[in-house]
C-alpha cells in the first residue's frame, strides 16, 4: 500500500554531510509518520529522526543539532539531512512510513542505505 525508496547514502569524512531521500509512493494520503531508522552491524535498529503528517518532529539525543528531518510535500520525499558526522553514525539507514488502513496501524521499511564514516 506504500513503497518507499531511499539514496543518498555513501563514504564520507568525520565532520563531513550527506542528504537522505525517502520517496514514498502508493497510499500516502494514509501516512501519518515517517522517520529514518538505523542499524550498525551488531545493533539493534534505532531511530534517528521522525516527522508526522502535521510537521512535528522529534530526533533521538544522539542525533539532535547535527541531523534534521524535512518534508517535500509536492515531492512526496523525505529527507535526512546529516551534518558533523561522526564514526558512530556508520549504519544502514532505514526509511520507514506508518500509516492506517481498514482500522489498522501498518509500518512499510526501504531498502536501507549504507552510510560510512570513516577517514
Known amino acids: 500500500q506504500v513503497q518507499l525508496v531511499e539514496s543518498g547514502g555513501g563514504l564520507v569524512q568525520p565532520g563531513g554531510s550527506l542528504r537522505l531521500s525517502c520517496a514514498a509512493s502508493g497510499e500516502i494520503f494514509r501516512i501519518n509518520v515517517m522517520g529514518w531508522y538505523r542499524q550498525a552491524l551488531g545493533k539493534q535498529r534505532e531511530l534517528v529522526a521522525a516527522?508526522?503528517?502535521?510537521?512535528?518532529?522529534n530526533y533521538a539525543e544522539t542525533v539532535k543539532g547535527r541531523f534534521s528531518i524535512s518534508a517535500d510535500n509536492a515531492k512526496n520525499t523525505v529527507y535526512l539531512q546529516m551534518n558533523s558526522l561522526k564514526p558512530d553514525d556508520t549504519a544502514v539507514y532505514y526509511c520507514?512510513?506508518?500509516?492506517?488502513?481498514?482500522?489498522?496501524?501498518?509500518?512499510?521499511w526501504g531498502q536501507g542505505t549504507q552510510v560510512t564514516v570513516s577517514s
Open positions: 516527522i508526522t503528517r502535521g510537521s512535528s518532529t
Open positions: 520507514n512510513a506508518q500509516f492506517r488502513a481498514g482500522g489498522l496501524e501498518y509500518s512499510s
